[in-house]
């Protein structure tokens, strides 16, 4: 299975900050990357397919990057509703794994 | 927009069988691929299985031997059977469409259940 790490967890930081959350795939994966959000008591929320392309209605603060094994989403201008947690997942081989997730944290 | 509800029994007894349905509104289950993922504290999110719109199977090897994903169309419904379960089954499970482009396969989890939570305990 190809196993996932994310960093850091937790993360701490403020309205209006520009954050970076890092996922890192054990074998290469080329752009085959998903990004979550998961709020408490709620199903995960797509944000970021194929490492880079943003969901429909998802703000362009959001911004996934990366390719083979290290990927990057970053949020610029933090708002209150992006605290939660967020998940990267390899859509390249089954079965398909996750991340532990980051939990950002006000 | 697609909408998925879930439903099934939340507690359970060791060593019986766990049942989950997903009802698909907005779209129809012979469309797409569809999918069951469930999570823990302990071991977070977890890839259960898949089934096509063709009604192919795939399931996680880790728990292969115990699930069966089935479709039913004429109710737009598709479900979730994981027989013999324990402790460590006890999860949030959700139901999901699945999304793979078959070129370059790739796969991502669109549209999501409400989820279930199942309680595994005697």
């Known amino acids: 299975d190809i196993r996932m790490t994310q960093s850091p967890s937790p993360l701490s930081a403020s309205v209006g900050d520009r954050v970076t959350l890092t996922c890192r795939a054990s074998q290469n994966i080329g752009s085959h990357l998903n990004w979550y959000q998961q709020k408490p008591g709620k199903a995960p929320n797509l944000l970021i397919s194929a490492a880079s392309t943003l969901q429909s209605g998802v703000p362009s603060r959001f911004t996934g990057t990366g390719s083979g094994t290290d990927f990057t989403l970053t949020i610029s201008g933090l708002q209150l509703e992006d605290f939660a947690t967020y998940y990267c997942?390899?859509?390249?081989?089954?079965?398909?794994?996750f991340g532990p997730g980051t939990k950002l944290d006000i | 927009q697609m909408q998925l509800q879930q439903w099934g029994a939340g507690l359970l007894k060791p060593s019986e069988t766990l049942s989950l349905t997903c009802a698909v509104y907005?779209?129809?289950?012979?469309?797409?691929?569809w999918t069951w993922i469930r999570q823990s504290p302990g071991r977070g999110l977890e890839w259960i299985g898949e089934?096509?719109?063709?009604?192919?199977?795939k399931y996680n090897p880790s728990h292969k031997s115990r699930v069966l994903i089935s479709v039913d169309t004429s109710k737009n419904q598709f479900s979730l059977k994981l027989s013999s379960v324990t402790a460590a089954d006890t999860a949030v499970y959700y139901c999901?469409?699945?999304?793979?482009?078959?070129?370059?396969?790739?796969?991502?989890?669109?549209?999501w259940g409400q989820g279930t939570l199942v309680t595994v305990s005697s």
């Open positions: 997942q390899q859509g390249s081989s089954s079965p398909y794994t």
């Open positions: 089934i096509s719109h063709r009604g192919t199977t």
């Open positions: 907005g779209g129809s289950v012979g469309d797409h691929y």
């Open positions: 999901a469409r699945e999304r793979v482009r078959a070129t370059n396969p790739y796969t991502w989890f669109d549209s």
